[in-house]
């Protein structure tokens, strides 16, 4: 099986613009989770979609949002960037939830 | 209540040593533990993961001890190897409520001396 894709891999954008990231989950896996990676927080977890609902929320500001599609593929969108956006965005598909298998994710560079 | 500590934050042994990485939890709900292998410009790769039921888990030269009562959990890397000069990170979730996103340790990164 194909694992999981996440386009694009790097971005660069501007404070007070707005992004939307990519992710196609494992053929069969219906849940998808997007975390948020930088050195100094580490990996934190930003929302789960469950057949197209979110089903959990982690404690990032609502300027981040997402929405997942019937086939499963999923999308997370930042709007008016921030400096401390800057970080690696991973994406996450498990088939019910548990065993999570991560993409290569999103490098998203903010100036 | 959601916190996961990972300790140490970084790790040197030598090849064939058996480095040991330790987490402890706070929440007593999380029932699901994995151990992720992370290499720079890559996204985590599962290792292996373990459930509160058992005390101890062996896939290769992978093992993680369970220890319920003191809410912890360890990884042991049996016979290192400098390819797994690589970040973990320890993690867990509540995946029987349906809250299934990960709680994550800071992270410990191996190196692997030949």
């Known amino acids: 099986k194909a694992g999981v894709t996440q386009t694009p891999r790097y971005l660069i954008k501007t404070r007070g613009q707005q992004v939307t990231l990519s992710c196609s989950p494992i053929s069969g896996h219906r849940s998808v989770s997007w975390y948020q990676q930088t050195p100094g927080q580490g990996l934190q977890f930003l929302f789960e979609y469950f057949s197209e609902t979110q089903r959990n929320k982690g404690n990032f500001p609502g300027r981040f949002s997402g929405r997942q599609f019937s086939n499963s593929r999923s999308e997370m969108n930042v709007s008016t960037l921030e400096l401390g956006d800057s970080a690696l965005y991973l994406c996450a598909s498990s088939f019910r939830g548990a065993e999570q298998y991560f993409g290569p994710g999103t490098r998203l560079t903010v100036t | 209540q959601q916190q996961v500590k990972q300790s140490p934050q970084s790790l040197i042994v030598q090849k064939g040593g058996i480095p040991i990485i330790n987490c402890a939890y706070e929440?007593?709900?999380?029932?699901?533990f994995p151990w992720y292998q992370q290499f720079p410009g890559k996204g985590p790769a599962l290792l292996i993961a373990?459930?509160?039921?058992?005390s101890e888990k062996k896939e290769g030269r992978f093992t993680i001890s369970f220890n319920k009562s003191a809410k912890q959990f360890s990884l042991h890397i049996m016979d290192s190897q400098p390819g797994d000069s690589a970040t973990y990170f320890c993690a867990a979730a509540y995946v029987t409520g349906s809250q299934g996103n990960l709680i994550f340790g800071k992270g410990t990164k191996l190196s692997v001396k030949p």
């Open positions: 373990i459930r509160p039921d058992v």
């Open positions: 929440n007593t709900a999380f029932d699901y």
